[in-house]
C-alpha cells in the first residue's frame, strides 16, 4: 500500500469539504504494524491515535519521535490513567469524573497540560462509551480546574446509520453541543468522523476527523 498516496489522497479529500477551515487529521493506527506508522510518518502524518494502551505503550518504547502527537482515543479504565497521564499528548475519550483527579495527579509538573476531549454518547447506545450529552458542561467544569489538563472539546462516534441524513443529524447535534461548551469554556476542537464519514462530519462542523482504514488499510 502506498502510504503516502493515500495520505495525499484524504487531505485532497479533506480540503474539498472544508473550504479552507484547518482540519486535524488523526491517523488511527490500533492494531497496524510499527513499519506503516514509521511510512506515514515519513509522508507526513504527525497524529496517531491508539484505541489500546498497553499497544501504544509498546509501540512507543520502539518509535517515538519527537514530532508526533499521540492520542488515546479508545475508552479509559481507571487503572491505566497513570500510563495515559504520563505518556500521551491527548486524551479523546474522557467520559467520567471518577478520571480527572487520577490523571491530573500524574501529569508532570514538567509537561505541558494534558489535552482532553470529553467523549459523548450522542445517540445513546447502549454499546459505546461516552457521558449524556446533559453532563457535558458538569464534566467540563471538573476538568478546567484542573492545571495539569487542558479541557479542548469534545468527540464522538455516531451510531452507524446507513442513511447519510441521520449520520448528518448526530453531527449536527454534535456541532450544537459542541457551540454550547464554547460559549461556557475555552475549547477549540470537535472531533468526529472516521474513514466512512469524514467528509460528513467536515461538512457539519468537525475540526478533527480520526481516519483508519481508508489511510492504513485492513488491519
Not at 477551515?21 to 509522508?43: D, W
Not at 504527525?46 to 498497553?54: C, D, K, L, P, S
Not at 476531549?117 to 458542561?137: H, M, R, Y
Request: with cysteine; proline share 5%; hydrophobic share 45%.
Amino acid at each position: 500500500m502506498d502510504l503516502r498516496q493515500s495520505l495525499q489522497d484524504i487531505r485532497a479529500r479533506i480540503a474539498t469539504v472544508a473550504h479552507g477551515r484547518a482540519i486535524e487529521l488523526v491517523g488511527v493506527s490500533k492494531k497496524q504494524p510499527l513499519e506503516k506508522m514509521q511510512a506515514a510518518h515519513v509522508a507526513g502524518l504527525r497524529v496517531f491515535g491508539e484505541n489500546y494502551v498497553q499497544e501504544a505503550l509498546g509501540k512507543m518504547a520502539q518509535w517515538h519521535p519527537a514530532d508526533t502527537e499521540w492520542h488515546l482515543i479508545g475508552p479509559l479504565q481507571s487503572n491505566k490513567c497513570k500510563e495515559v497521564a504520563q505518556h500521551f499528548d491527548w486524551l479523546q475519550s474522557l467520559d467520567r469524573a471518577e478520571l480527572i483527579p487520577r490523571l491530573a495527579r500524574f501529569r508532570g509538573a514538567d509537561r505541558a497540560p494534558l489535552n482532553v476531549l470529553l467523549q459523548v454518547n450522542v445517540d445513546d447506545e447502549t454499546s459505546k462509551s461516552g457521558c449524556a450529552p446533559d453532563a457535558v458542561l458538569t464534566l467540563a467544569g471538573e476538568v478546567a480546574r484542573e492545571p495539569s489538563l487542558r479541557l479542548r472539546g469534545i468527540m464522538s462516534i455516531p451510531a452507524p446509520w446507513p442513511e447519510h441524513r441521520l449520520r448528518s443529524a448526530s453531527f449536527a447535534r454534535l456541532k450544537r453541543l459542541f457551540d454550547e461548551l464554547r460559549e461556557a469554556f475555552d475549547v477549540d476542537t470537535l472531533s468526529m468522523g472516521m474513514s466512512e464519514d469524514f467528509e460528513l462530519a467536515i461538512a457539519q462542523g468537525a475540526t478533527m476527523v480520526r481516519v483508519g482504514s481508508a489511510l492504513f488499510g485492513a488491519r
